[in-house]
Structure formats: C-alpha cells, structure tokens
C-alpha cells in the first residue's frame, strides 16, 4: 500500500518537473528570441514590463503569504527574494548586514538564463530584470527610501549577479532607486542563518507543485506583453516561432517525465493529453476517422488575465507543433479554437 501510494505520488511529481523545465525555457526562448529578432532594446523592455508586472502583482501580497510583512524593508525585500526564488528551484543566496541593509546573490548556474543561453544575452536585458523589480520595492512598499545596488550581473563575466537592498536617510528619486557598484563584494554566504519556509505548511508536494507554478508564472505573464508591445500579428508570430523551435528542443526530454514512448500520432496523441494534465488543463481524448482528436476545456495558465489576447495561444500552438516535430516528422498537428469562448481542439494524425 505505501509503495504504491509513493508510486501514485512520484508520477504527477515527474511530469510537473518536466512542465517546470518546458516552460522554463520557453521564457527563456523568448527572450533570446527578441534579442535575435528585435534587438537588444526590445529585448529589454520586454524583460522590464514582465519583471514590472509580476513585481507589481506579487511582492506585496508574497511578503505577507510568506510571512515577511513585519519585517525592516530592506530585510523583507531580501528575504523575499531568497525564499520565493528558492520555491521555485532557483539557487539566491541571502546576507543579513543590518536592519537597513540585506545582500541577495545569485550565484552560477543562473537559473533564468540555463546552459550557454546565458551567452545571448546583453547586459541591458539584465539591468531590465533589476529595473523591473528591484527598483519597484521601495514603492509598492510606499517608502520612498528604499532602493537596490547592484554589484555584479552574470551576464556581465562576473561570477553571479547580486547586490543589497538598503533603506536611505532620504528619499530617493527615480533614477536612484537602482544604483550599480561594481566594487563592491557581497558577503559569503551562511546557510544556518538563512530564512527557512514553515515545514508543516510547505510540505514537499505542495513545493513540487509550487516549483512547477513559478516557471508556467513567467509565460503566463510574458504572453500578453509580448503580444501588447509588438501587436497581436508580429506579437503572435514571435510567441509560436519560439515555442515551435523549444518544441523540437525539448521532445526528448519531456517525453520520459510523462510516460510517454509511442512516435507516432497515437503516441504524440497521449503526450499531449498528458501534458495537457499535468498543467492543470482538462482534455478529452477520441479516435478520430485517420487520426486523433483532443478537446481542451479552456486554458489555465491564462485564466484570470485580462489583457491575454487570443493571439497569446500561438505559443501554446508553436509549442506542441515543435513537440510533435520533435516525436515524429510525419505526425501533423493543428489547433482550433479560441480560449477565450469555447474549447481548444486539437487535431493530430
């Protein structure tokens, strides 16, 4: 009986992980496809609206779910760093100095830019991701004194990317609540005096769950801004060309974490469904005259965003015709549908 249950619980753990990495690089994909396709500077304001919007959406209502809010500013925006990014598999560091100073590192690998992506991408895309964010604190806090140094960015060819949030004798103006230092060196690291989540009310499935949420988080924000800066045509292209190209990418690897082994389009046909379910998205499978036919009952991961136009579903699109590339080359996929009214209804054969 335990083993099977350990079983039982193991196989959606598996596929969430698979899902987590699938739309990992999808962001990531995203904004390499803008550096290569529109240039650094669109790049960078893609990269700011997105970290602008989730910071927007998140921090305030983060500190508290995590129980941070009673803390000195400077320390809970670290804090919150460190433990939001660790649920989400991501390697920060956190160094306590003073109650009106606290260090956050992000040390090699980084996590957001995976493997030689880290290669393509300029240093104002990173400085967006700051920009974005760190600087914001201050105000979604509504203390104006509270800004972020940054003393080295990865991308840069410096071992990691890190810097403090201190609380100034004056308010601060726009221009200096993200300052850069590169001078300076953050403290070493002490993994006995780092914040820790609440074991009884973060326990591992609900982590493997919430790892798998912060990487779908960055799509679910960064389709609507892709499709809002550069238009539903340009914006919808952008968004199927990159999850086409992960697609094939990532076939391979995906296929394993959700028990999938058949390469053609029955097989690509149960992939899919299973993939579909380890998202959270509903999906009747049927045999169809020649091939297979899934009816997906809205889509999730955009649930409750006002501003996802239907050109947003591109990716989602791109990203199972590059699996489909990826599993068979003769195994056709086309989608119809709109999110938005009534089910996605996907056609394989």
């Keep these: 009986?335990?083993?099977?249950?350990?079983?039982?619980?193991?196989?959606?753990?598996?596929?969430?992980?698979?899902?987590?990495?699938?739309?990992?690089?999808?962001?990531?994909?995203?904004?390499?496809?803008?550096?290569?396709?529109?240039?650094?500077?669109?790049?960078?304001?893609?990269?700011?609206?997105?970290?602008?919007?989730?910071?927007?959406?998140?921090?305030?209502?983060?500190?508290?779910?995590?129980?941070?809010?009673?803390?000195?500013?400077?320390?809970?925006?670290?804090?919150?760093?460190?433990?939001?990014?660790?649920?989400?598999?991501?390697?920060?560091?956190?160094?306590?100095?003073?109650?009106?100073?606290?260090?956050i590192r992000y040390p090699p690998p980084r996590w957001i830019w995976r493997g030689t992506a880290i290669c393509g991408v300029p240093g104002e895309v990173s400085k967006a991701m700051l920009r974005g964010w760190h600087a914001n604190n201050g105000v979604a806090l509504g203390n104006l004194r509270l800004g972020f140094v940054c003393t080295k960015q990865s991308v840069d060819g410096q071992d990691?990317?890190?810097?403090?949030?201190?609380?100034?004798?004056?308010?601060?103006?726009?221009?200096?609540?993200?300052?850069?230092?590169?001078?300076?060196?953050?403290?070493?690291?002490?993994?006995?005096?780092?914040?820790?989540?609440?074991?009884?009310?973060?326990?591992?499935?609900?982590?493997?769950?919430?790892?798998?949420?912060?990487?779908?988080?960055?799509?679910?924000?960064?389709?609507?801004?892709?499709?809002?800066l550069f238009g539903p045509l340009d914006g919808g292209h952008l968004l199927h060309l990159t999850g086409k190209l992960i697609g094939m990418q990532s076939y391979d690897d995906l296929a394993p974490t959700l028990g999938a082994t058949g390469r053609d389009a029955a097989g690509f046909a149960a992939l899919l469904r299973a993939l579909l379910a380890a998202q959270d998205d509903d999906a009747g499978l049927r045999e169809t005259g020649g091939g297979y036919e899934l009816r997906q009952i809205g889509w999730k991961l955009m649930d409750g965003v006002a501003d996802a136009h239907p050109a947003c579903v591109r990716v989602l699109q791109g990203l199972v015709e590059g699996l489909a590339a990826g599993c068979g080359r003769r195994i056709a996929v086309s989608l119809a549908g709109d999110h938005h009214a009534a089910p996605l209804v996907w056609t394989v054969r």
């Design 1 to 103: 009986m335990g083993e099977a249950s350990e079983a039982g619980q193991a196989a959606p753990s598996r596929a969430w992980r698979g899902v987590a990495d699938l739309y990992h690089a999808v962001f990531t994909g995203l904004v390499l496809t803008l550096v290569s396709r529109r240039g650094t500077a669109d790049a960078a304001e893609f990269v700011f609206r997105v970290f602008r919007r989730q910071q927007q959406e998140r921090f305030v209502a983060g500190l508290a779910k995590l129980g941070l809010d009673h803390l000195p500013p400077a320390v809970a925006a670290a804090q919150y760093h460190y433990l939001s990014n660790w649920i989400g598999g991501v390697h920060v560091e956190y160094m306590y100095e003073n109650d009106r100073k606290a260090w």
């Design 160 to 228: 990691g990317l890190e810097g403090y949030y201190y609380e100034a004798d004056d308010v601060l103006e726009p221009d200096q609540r993200l300052q850069f230092a590169r001078h300076l060196d953050a403290p070493l690291f002490d993994p006995a005096a780092a914040p820790a989540l609440p074991v009884e009310s973060w326990p591992k499935r609900r982590l493997e769950k919430a790892h798998r949420n912060y990487a779908m988080e960055y799509v679910r924000t960064a389709a609507p801004v892709v499709v809002q």
